[in-house]
């Protein structure tokens, strides 16, 4: 079974710019979720969907940050315009069941972005 | 609100010897989840363990095995037989409702 896939590996920006970040979770997995992990810290939730829809945004930076989920499968998030202190790893997660049940979060590899 | 904390920023062991890695938490809900995660330098995190809080034994996966103690709201990890790819970041979580939170991870060393 492939795992959750992200692209791309790495970014390198600089601050005003805009950038996308790209996620296909596992097949069949109803819920998607974003993190950030800066670096020296545990990954920090930014929105989480169920299928199409957003069940948790409340820490989303929403005047500079955005994501859809629009078929319910693949996932964007968009960030513009960036500043440095969005300098982080963005880690996409899914998981199968649906949103608010506990339950394992299976990760991808991540984003390293750099905000020059 | 919830938090988790993990007190030991950076951890070293012998290999083969086992290693503990604290995790407390604070939770007022009788329901929730904790999760312990591996994240070598490669930057993906690796799910390695899973307890409910109302499991009553604690559970394990092979090396790997989790100290839950709900009274003392603690959920450490033990490793047995430390292998030198076992050298990353680990993180404790904590799942209740929509949320998941993780410590501030320990960084564990493997020595040769």
């Known amino acids: 079974e492939a795992g959750v896939a992200q692209s791309p590996r790495y970014k390198i920006i600089e601050k005003r710019q805009s950038v996308a970040f790209w996620c296909n979770p596992i097949?069949?997995?109803?819920?998607l979720y974003w993190y950030q992990q800066i670096l020296g810290q545990g990954p920090k939730l930014l929105i989480q969907?169920?299928?199409?829809?957003?069940?948790?945004d409340s820490q989303l930076p929403k005047d500079r940050f955005s994501a859809e989920r629009l078929k319910g499968v693949d996932s964007t998030l968009k960030i513009q315009p960036a500043k440095l202190e969005d300098s982080a790893v963005y880690l996409c997660?899914?998981?199968?069941?649906?949103?608010?049940?506990?339950?394992?979060?299976?990760f991808g590899p991540g984003t390293r972005l750099l905000v020059l | 609100a919830q938090k988790i904390t993990q007190t030991q920023p950076g951890m070293f062991v012998q290999e083969k010897e086992a290693v503990t890695l604290d995790c407390t938490y604070d939770?007022?809900?009788?329901?929730?989840?904790l999760f312990w995660y591996k994240q070598p330098s490669s930057g993906e995190m690796i799910f390695l363990i899973y307890?409910?809080?109302?499991?009553?034994q604690n559970a394990t996966e092979g090396r790997y095995s989790l100290n839950f103690q709900k009274a003392r709201k603690s959920a450490n990890l033990v490793i047995s037989a430390s292998q030198l790819g076992d050298s990353a970041m680990y993180f404790c979580?904590?799942?209740?409702?929509?949320?998941?939170?993780f410590g501030a991870g320990t960084r564990l060393t493997v020595k040769p």
């Open positions: 997660a899914s998981s199968p069941g649906l949103a608010g049940t506990i339950e394992t979060q299976y």
């Open positions: 097949s069949g997995h109803a819920t």
């Open positions: 969907f169920q299928n199409n829809g957003v069940v948790d």
């Open positions: 939770t007022s809900d009788q329901s929730y989840g």
């Open positions: 307890q409910g809080s109302y499991d009553e």
């Open positions: 979580a904590m799942s209740q409702n929509l949320d998941m939170r």
